[in-house]
């Protein structure tokens, strides 16, 4: 059994400037968006310049951190804001619900859509295979703040570890790992090699939602639950009610797209 490195959630100060390492992972994942993105627009131009990409990306940080925010207030913590209203506004302590995140995306880049008269299916087929990735690096910030731990494990199990911020010392399922594993690393490889070759639009949003919708659905069975608007739920969390219709509507999608194509 293993025991929780313990990091320092700070990774280095400058005079009264703290940088929190999961200030750094967001970092990563924009920059890593950035150089993916460059690569896209090389090797398949003509949907988009440089310039554009860059504005992308602003408007995709608004959309993450606007929809995040909002995410946590109005699926997982409705109660405690709505008491303490002023503390929505307080990110720098934490709460981001990748859904709300998700819907705050999609939400800008509706808007860049419009501004640029682009197809909004277009922009998202191009930058699904840019968002595991750093979806992953923000999943391994939680693992190094020791958040969003696993639920208890069976002690045998060789990776099982100890967090001492979950208050009980059990041995659980180090689960900010799986979510690295699956929705990082085996997503990315496989939207990258899906949308490698042209496909029909809206395709890859769909492979998209059904890899992630899935994913996050198993990985759910290995992570505490969060408490949400259904409350803390064993059996069905929050995170997976979120995450059905994320598949349902990928299925319908991908089904819509190739039956396009065939007409």
């Known amino acids: 059994m293993l025991l929780h490195p313990q990091f320092d959630p700070v990774a280095f100060s400058l005079g009264p400037l703290s940088v929190r390492w999961y200030g750094l992972m967001y970092l990563v994942a924009f920059v890593q968006f950035i150089l993916l993105g460059r690569y896209r627009i090389r090797s398949r131009p003509g949907l988009m310049t440089v310039t554009q990409l860059d504005d992308l990306l602003f408007y995709g940080m608004l959309g993450v951190i606007v929809g995040g925010r909002l995410g946590q207030v109005l699926f997982y913590e409705p109660g405690h804001y709505l008491a303490n209203p002023a503390e929505i506004l307080a990110v720098w302590k934490g709460g981001m619900s990748f859904h709300g995140g998700f819907l705050g995306v999609l939400v800008a880049m509706g808007l860049w859509s419009r501004k640029h008269r682009i197809a909004w299916l277009d922009v998202t087929d191009f930058i699904a295979p840019l968002v595991p990735l750093g979806l992953g690096a923000g999943r391994i910030g939680n693992f190094i703040n020791g958040e969003l731990w696993g639920r208890v494990a069976d002690a045998n199990l060789p990776w099982a570890m100890m967090f001492p911020q979950s208050g009980d010392m059990q041995p659980r399922h180090p689960s900010q790992l799986y979510h690295v594993g699956l929705e990082g690393i085996a997503l990315f490889v496989i939207l990258w090699l899906y949308a490698s070759t042209p496909r029909p639009r809206g395709a890859t949003s769909g492979v998209f939602l059904i890899g992630y919708g899935s994913f996050r659905f198993v990985t759910e069975f290995f992570r505490e639950p969060d408490h949400g608007i259904f409350g803390q739920s064993y059996v069905v969390s929050m995170g997976q009610w979120l995450s ?3 598949v349902l509507i990928g299925i ?12």
């Open 244 to 246: 059905l219709p994320m």
């Open 252 to 263: 319908a999608m991908l089904a819509l797209a190739y039956r396009r194509k065939s007409l």
